[in-house]
């Protein structure tokens, strides 16, 4: 009797056992067209790395994420094991006790940190530690309608500098359609093209004033010319944009990266299939040089919550989804983004012409101003400037409330108190 109790009891424990260790692995993602490409991750590792794992990819918002997870740090329930943050979100982790987990020790045993684009890993650490990693490039592209280029002779590869890039607006204002749509993420994006900052690793706003105040200005000059337009509701990230005067064909150009094209314009443009190609970015001329034809805009990783019980699972999961080779040719050919991990870039795959683009290979381009891309100064000061110019600044500015300079001296003004 006693023997068979002593096995009743063990069965039940390894019974338990065996079901605490087959608990999901809950993962966190920022959009549906993520919660798509990760479910079809979880599949991929299931069949090809581990049968047993399981996971639970939930969606959320991109601004709902990073609040959930405020409630779960203040609250200590409801914790994920992997959690997609945009970096603009992660700045503000800087300013006390990081609530994820150090990567560096695993990143340097599998020898992967040089592996990945430097300016890209570099967001999801403190100069010290790396917390996550980079799941795209994020290059900025300048979308240009091919169509429309072609019907005025206008060579897109004779486009050197923002100069040249104003004369070509001249010429579609002729036919009453605008040469850009201008939107407030431009700002920084552009400021940090030309090697300057929003905010300096030291928490300096505007380092280079007079910089930001050239490149704030050539924006509001565009749009005061009627040169450039801004959408209906201030954002080109807006759905309604792409379904009105994108598709209208009310604007030439537009600039993003690499992620905007791959999903949102390919996304909710779909009729404008083969009338848009990609190029670098005009540079900006200062004193005879010309800057880098690239810049990067926003871009997620994915981290380890520090609180997660299955921290093991979570790291081999994370590192496979973001080095395997067919997990990085489905992020891009799934229209997700282009991969910030460096061996993908020799992917065949990841370099043949897109038909949405004209035939065009964006991943070539990409790979050719991979090394361009603009590095960025984390600070816990920086999202707080980003959506200040966002909700406010940029559009004083714009409508002329005020001139680009006093826009930009009361914008530093209010960060620095």
Same mark, same amino acid.
């Given at each position: 009797?006693?023997?068979?109790?002593?096995?009743?009891?063990?069965?039940?424990?390894?019974?338990?056992?065996?079901?605490?260790?087959?608990?999901?692995?809950?993962?966190?993602?920022?959009?549906?067209?993520?919660?798509?490409?990760?479910?079809?991750?979880?599949?991929?590792?299931?069949?090809?790395?581990?049968?047993?794992?399981?996971?639970?990819?939930?969606?959320?918002?991109?601004?709902?994420?990073?609040?959930?997870?405020?409630?779960?740090?203040?609250?200590?329930?409801?914790?994920?094991?992997?959690?997609?943050?945009?970096?603009?979100?992660?700045?503000?982790?800087?300013?006390?006790?990081?609530?994820?987990?150090?990567?560096?020790?695993?990143?340097?045993?599998?020898?992967?940190?040089?592996?990945?684009?430097?300016?890209?890993?570099?967001?999801?650490?403190?100069? *010290?530690?790396?917390?996550?990693?980079?799941?795209?490039?994020?290059?900025?592209?300048?979308?240009?309608?091919?169509?429309?280029? *072609?019907?005025?002779?206008?060579?897109?590869?004779?486009?050197?500098?923002?100069?040249?890039?104003?004369?070509?607006?001249?010429?579609?204002?002729?036919?009453?359609?605008?040469?850009?749509?201008?939107?407030?993420?431009?700002?920084?994006?552009?400021?940090?093209?030309?090697?300057?900052?929003?905010?300096?690793?030291?928490?300096?706003?505007?380092?280079?004033?007079?910089?930001?105040?050239?490149?704030?200005?050539?924006?509001?000059?565009?749009?005061?010319?009627?040169?450039?337009?801004?959408?209906?509701?201030?954002?080109?990230?807006?759905?309604?944009?792409?379904?009105?005067?994108?598709?209208?064909?009310?604007?030439?150009?537009?600039?993003?990266?690499?992620?905007?094209?791959?999903?949102?314009?390919?996304?909710?443009?779909?009729?404008?299939?083969?009338?848009?190609?990609?190029?670098?970015?005009?540079?900006?001329?200062?004193?005879?040089?010309?800057?880098?034809?690239?810049?990067?805009?926003?871009?997620?990783?994915?981290?380890?919550?520090?609180?997660?019980?299955?921290?093991?699972?979570?790291?081999?999961?994370?590192?496979?989804?973001?080095?395997?080779?067919?997990?990085?040719?489905?992020?891009?050919?799934?229209?997700?983004?282009?991969?910030?991990?460096?061996?993908?870039?020799?992917?065949?795959?990841?370099?043949?012409?897109?038909?949405?683009?004209?035939?065009?290979?964006?991943?070539?381009?990409?790979?050719?101003?991979?090394?361009?891309?603009?590095?960025?100064?984390?600070?816990?000061?920086?999202?707080?400037?980003?959506?200040?110019?966002?909700?406010?600044?940029?559009?004083?500015?714009?409508?002329?409330?005020?001139?680009?300079?006093?826009?930009?001296?009361?914008?530093?003004?209010?960060?620095?108190?």
């Amino acid at each position: 009797m006693m023997n068979k109790l002593k096995h009743t009891a063990f069965g039940l424990f390894a019974l338990l056992t065996l079901n605490l260790c087959a608990a999901p692995v809950e993962i966190w993602i920022s959009s549906q067209q993520d919660k798509d490409y990760y479910d079809k991750m979880v599949e991929l590792y299931q069949a090809g790395v581990d049968e047993d794992f399981s996971a639970l990819v939930m969606a959320y918002g991109f601004r709902e994420l990073p609040d959930k997870l405020s409630v779960v740090i203040k609250t200590g329930e409801g914790a994920p094991d992997i959690v997609q943050l945009d970096e603009i979100f992660f700045g503000p982790y800087l300013a006390g006790e990081i609530p994820f987990v150090d990567l560096t020790g695993r990143l340097k045993k599998d020898k992967l940190i040089e592996k990945f684009s430097k300016p890209r890993i570099e967001l999801f650490s403190d100069g *010290k530690k790396i917390y996550g990693l980079p799941q795209s490039l994020s290059a900025m592209l300048l979308y240009y309608r091919v169509d429309l280029f *072609k019907a005025r002779n206008i060579d897109p590869d004779a486009i050197v500098t923002w100069k040249d890039f104003r004369k070509v607006c001249e010429t579609f204002a002729e036919d009453n359609i605008f040469g850009l749509a201008v939107d407030p993420s431009q700002f920084e994006a552009l400021l940090r093209q030309r090697g300057s900052q929003i905010v300096s690793r030291s928490g300096e706003v505007l380092p280079d004033f007079d910089q930001a105040v050239e490149t704030l200005t050539y924006l509001v000059d565009l749009f005061e010319n009627e040169l450039a337009m801004t959408p209906e509701r201030g954002s080109i990230f807006d759905p309604l944009f792409f379904s009105g005067s994108v598709e209208n064909g009310d604007v030439a150009c537009m600039i993003g990266a690499d992620w905007f094209g791959l999903d949102m314009l390919q996304q909710f443009a779909p009729n404008m299939a083969g009338k848009f190609a990609v190029r670098p970015l005009p540079a900006w001329e200062n004193k005879g040089k010309l800057s880098a034809r690239t810049s990067a805009f926003a871009g997620q990783g994915l981290l380890i919550y520090k609180e997660s019980d299955q921290v093991e699972e979570s790291w081999k999961f994370l590192k496979w989804v973001m080095t395997d080779k067919e997990a990085n040719r489905l992020r891009f050919t799934m229209g997700n983004s282009f991969p910030a991990y460096k061996p993908a870039w020799k992917d065949e795959e990841l370099l043949k012409g897109n038909d949405y683009f004209a035939g065009k290979p964006m991943g070539k381009v990409l790979v050719e101003i991979a090394d361009e891309v603009s590095g960025v100064d984390m600070h816990p000061k920086r999202p707080q400037a980003l959506f200040m110019m966002q909700e406010n600044y940029f559009s004083s500015a714009l409508y002329g409330n005020q001139s680009p300079k006093e826009t930009l001296l009361e914008f530093k003004k209010t960060l620095d108190q």
